[in-house]
């Protein structure tokens, strides 16, 4: 196996210093312990026991977890999730699993690098599908259709999507599936930014009722808190979720019993922080979207839900990011989500989102 340097980390090794801002953050309002917890819940999590925890995670937690996909998966369990470091993790120990030399996995491009990577770690490769600005970044079915040979293995997708907050349709996803199915495809959803429904389009859709699909989820996006590893994989494919549960016991082997514990109050107060951080989100989409109105220069599609856009401007961007780094605000451009020409990507989750654009004004 061979691993490159994930594109985010080369990007940042390079820059002189840390800015004080930053605009291209994918992470909801950040919050800490005092935010989010009471003294008691505190306090319980200080008395937790610093041992060993379980492979697929904690109990309870898994139970919590799964009352956010109850609705949409009731014939399911706290059973088929496992509990991972994260998504990284996640989306690792499925591409190990079901990634073989000379194995094919189509995706969308631009994308988050791991997505596009991973596939090569294992001897397999990625085929993309490029989403075009003129077509609102929406793929067509028939453009996964005609990357499909006798080596493709899987079909990933991530929808709310980084870097262009495009949101797949329940109709895209439904043929999606019957692809998969004819194919005999595994259909892996990064659903990292599921959760981020600011303006009520709905991200949610039955992936699951197709028996070789798995999704994947975190604490980091919507609900803010990625300094709490907690992640999860969820799929009805009991092989595959085996196989993941294996593979921790290689890796991460249990997640960090205080995160846990944390991730266990986060779940039972899940509906208040999702809202809280959605609202922020809204609020600053619409900032931005008065600041794009103003600026000739500037372009995009406003996004309908997640908690990204990638915008396009008509100067060449890479002088154009270095003089609002001069300004203390750092914004990533396209080139590292694998997009040619002028782009560069915003998020819209942190509360300080309206002082960093005030500054590049």
């Given amino acids: 196996m061979k691993f490159r340097e994930m594109k985010h980390h080369e990007f940042y090794e390079r820059l002189p210093r840390r800015a004080r801002y930053n605009l291209s953050d994918a992470c909801g309002a950040t919050a800490t312990l005092n935010d989010i917890l009471t003294e008691d819940e505190i306090a319980k999590v200080a008395s937790v026991p610093l041992v060993y925890g379980s492979v697929e995670g904690r109990a309870d937690l898994r139970a919590g977890i799964y009352e956010l996909y109850r609705s949409l998966y009731p014939d399911l369990s706290a059973d088929n999730i496992t509990v991972l470091s994260g998504t990284e993790e996640g989306l690792f120990s499925i591409m190990a699993s079901i990634v073989k030399p000379s194995d094919e996995v189509i995706g969308v491009l631009p994308c988050y690098p791991s997505l596009s990577d991973l596939p090569a770690c294992f001897g397999g ?163 931005f979207d008065d600041f794009v109105a103003t600026h000739d220069l500037l372009s995009w599609h406003k996004p309908k839900a997640g908690i990204l856009g990638l915008v396009h401007t008509t100067v060449p961007v890479i002088p154009l990011l270095d003089s609002w780094f001069e300004k203390d605000v750092l914004v990533l451009p396209g080139e590292l989500f694998g997009i040619e020409g002028d782009y560069f990507r915003v998020g819209f989750g942190k509360k300080d989102f309206p002082e960093a654009l005030a500054c590049i004004i």
């Fill in 125 to 287: 490769s990625f085929k993309p599908v490029t989403l075009r600005a003129e077509n609102q970044w929406l793929p067509c079915i028939d453009d996964f259709a005609t990357q499909i040979s006798e080596h493709t293995k899987a079909i990933v997708i991530n929808s709310p999507h980084n870097p262009t907050g495009m949101v797949l349709g329940e109709d895209f996803i439904d043929s999606l599936i019957a692809l998969c199915e004819r194919h005999g495809l595994y259909l892996i959803s990064d659903d990292v930014f599921s959760f981020s429904e600011f303006s009520g389009v709905s991200c949610q859709f039955n992936v699951l009722k197709y028996e070789k699909a798995i999704l994947t989820n975190v604490l980091s996006k919507t609900f803010g808190l990625p300094g709490i590893r907690i992640g999860w994989v969820m799929s009805s494919n009991r092989e595959l979720t085996e196989s993941i549960r294996r593979l921790k016991t290689y890796n991460s082997i249990c997640q960090s019993q205080l995160d846990e514990q944390v991730a266990c109050f986060v779940m039972q107060k899940a509906d208040e922080i999702i809202k809280h951080n959605n609202k922020v989100v809204f609020e600053n989409i619409e900032l």
